[in-house]
């Protein structure tokens, strides 16, 4: 006999239509630090429902913008089809809690699966060494009070600056990553990883980076296995700063890439 | 005695109150490859009518998904506040012809002006020579059919290769762009501006890009004059592209930064 088990991912993920809104609860399992649930974990939640009213399967490009630190707790999603293409299809969702919405999303699905235009790279994935032989970050543990890192794993050579006290001064990072419960990413989780690792403004000794904007493309439905991280930041610009982010997938492949809009705490 | 002459771009983006809604007339003066409004053009009348709702002055990000394209003529513009708070403010335009949404957008303001924190550059802006030093790139002409580059000048060393019919394989490109009329670039401005000069995909035989999403961040308020741009794809996948582009002012200060999500024509 077997017990189908479901992914944590899946679980804290799960949507449940309620006339013309969804229902859905963010756990303490995905936050961040302060105890609010990691943006990507919300924007996939939001996402979700609005998957379930789109035509076609893969958000190829989500922008999120956040306007309150969300709650754990019951949240509901209201979503829009704001067009329905032959080949694409535009929606709106905005997740709320407690009468006041905390992100509003657009995103514009397709079918990965028919893209059959040309390719030509000017980039390679991060070079790293096999998972197998790249240490764990955090050794096993979690950070305390960081919930979501319970739920992914890190791997990389050695630590960030940051993460041994003593800040760098170069705001990037090249890494592996994946659910440590043994879920492969597909582009729904793929949205919420491009958000689920330490911002690289921490290498300027910053404490923090405040999300207000995040755009995901998704490039590709990822191969099984591990993902390989790069993270940078540029431009620091009276706080203001972007986040790039891009994760490859088992196989070499791109498979998404991202670019936040934050502010540095004051 | 004077006479105020208004700036085209002005004068081609103004928006008028009606009850709950704006209206506006998108002119033939900003047309892409095809005749229809440059995407650029249309968002900057999109937020337009958004900046006069929200309670602070800077679109400090903004995020425009193209639904259709637009057409010559009159358009009203739905604008939605979706949150204001006490340092940045969000909200949502969708731009209509014909009963049907063009343009869908959300946008977040703020002051730049108020922007206190730290600064730190791990870029610079695109060595080119003095702009009077600077070669014209459509010596004093327009491409046919393309009207929004009879109201931007832009000048390189060099032409983009395709510009001579031998794209050279490098989809990135620098040089310096500003409005021929002598209008300076404001923020406003600068969000179309980012989808103002050729796609960068050109230099890889391209026949064209057609912009599904744009972002645009907006860093700082130009100093008058030239502006310097960097425009590059670096990852093409099934025919799926980004384009970056960086605009720089005259006093070498990053002022916007955008990514586009783009499809290669068929």
Redesign the interface.
């Given at each position: 006999m077997t017990t189908m088990t479901e992914h944590l991912f899946d679980a804290d993920t799960a949507v449940h239509r309620d006339g013309d809104r969804y229902t859905a609860t963010l756990t303490d399992r995905w936050t961040a630090l302060g105890g609010t649930p990691n943006g990507g974990y919300m924007l996939a939640v939001a996402l979700r429902a609005l998957q379930a009213e789109m035509p076609f399967p893969d958000p190829?490009?989500t922008?999120a913008?956040f306007?309150?630190p969300g709650l754990v707790g019951p949240a509901e999603i209201r979503t829009e089809v704001?067009?329905a293409?032959r080949r694409?299809a535009?929606g709106?969702a905005g997740l709320v809690q407690e009468g006041k919405?905390i992100v509003?999303?657009?995103a514009?699905f397709g079918d990965?699966e028919q893209?059959?235009?040309?390719?030509?790279?000017?980039?390679e994935a991060p070079r790293l060494p096999q998972p197998g032989e790249t240490p764990d970050l955090l050794i096993g543990g979690a950070l305390p009070g960081v919930s979501i890192t319970e739920q992914i794993e890190y791997r990389a050579p050695a630590p960030p600056g940051w993460a041994k006290g003593a800040p760098d001064g170069e705001?990037s990072f090249e890494f592996w990553m994946r659910f440590r419960d043994g879920r492969d990413a597909d582009p729904l989780a793929l949205a919420a990883l491009v958000d689920g690792a330490a911002p690289a403004v921490l290498d300027?000794g910053a404490r923090g980076s405040a999300t207000?904007?995040l755009?995901v493309?998704v490039?590709?439905r990822p191969a099984p296995g591990w993902l390989a991280c790069r993270t940078q930041?540029?431009?620091?610009?009276?706080?203001?700063h972007?986040e790039d982010f891009e994760i490859w997938d088992s196989a070499g492949?791109?498979v998404a890439?991202s670019?936040q809009?934050a502010?540095?705490p004051?």
């Open positions: 190829l490009v922008s913008h306007l309150r704001v067009r293409g694409v535009t709106q919405e509003r999303l657009l514009t990965l893209a059959a235009g040309r390719t030509h790279m000017l980039n705001p300027l207000m904007e755009t493309h490039r590709g930041t540029r431009h620091v610009i009276g706080g203001f972007e492949s791109l890439q670019r809009f502010l540095l004051a």
